[in-house]
């Protein structure tokens, strides 16, 4: 019988292929569902539990809050280049799609992510370009900048 030291360690480690492999899908986005069939082992076995929900939603079902990506959560998968990149563009489609400038909290509860990890997004737009800002503090509001019809 394991000891509660060793089943805690197996639980964590479950939870983290569940992550990397959730990650993983949604890093490529091209991957069809035949390609992601032929894994096998542990991986296959993760695989056939995930739901549709949780590929789209960012959800990792472990109920533990962390690492839920965009659309809501404590946390985005921001660790890679790949992932930041996806970050980025669901906080600048959020506010090229909205009406009216947002406030950090806003776009937190549409895609998800941590504080720290929406403030460098916006600040990564800000470099580049493609969002302003106004006010300070809790104040602070975002909007898109449009494009040229040059794509500048």
Do not use: C, W
Request: glycine share 14%; charged share 30%; aromatic share 4%.
């Amino acid at each position: 019988m394991p000891s509660a030291l060793e089943l805690q360690f197996q639980e964590m480690m479950r939870h983290k292929q569940r992550e990397v492999l959730l990650g993983q899908v949604r890093d490529n986005p091209s991957l069809t569902i035949g390609e992601l069939m032929t894994l096998k082992g542990e991986f296959g076995d993760v695989l056939k539990s995930l739901t549709v929900g949780e590929l789209l939603s960012g959800d990792s079902g472990s109920g533990s809050g962390a690492n839920r990506g965009f659309g809501g959560g404590d946390s985005a998968f921001t660790r890679t280049k790949a992932g930041r990149i996806a970050y980025d563009d669901s906080m600048l489609d959020a506010l090229r799609t909205s009406e009216s400038p947002m406030s950090a909290v806003e776009l937190r509860d549409l895609n998800g992510g941590t504080p720290d990890q929406a403030r460098k997004a916006l600040n990564r737009l800000i470099e580049e370009g493609k969002v302003s800002f106004s006010g300070k503090a809790r104040g602070t509001r975002y909007a898109a900048i449009e494009e040229d019809d040059d794509g500048e």
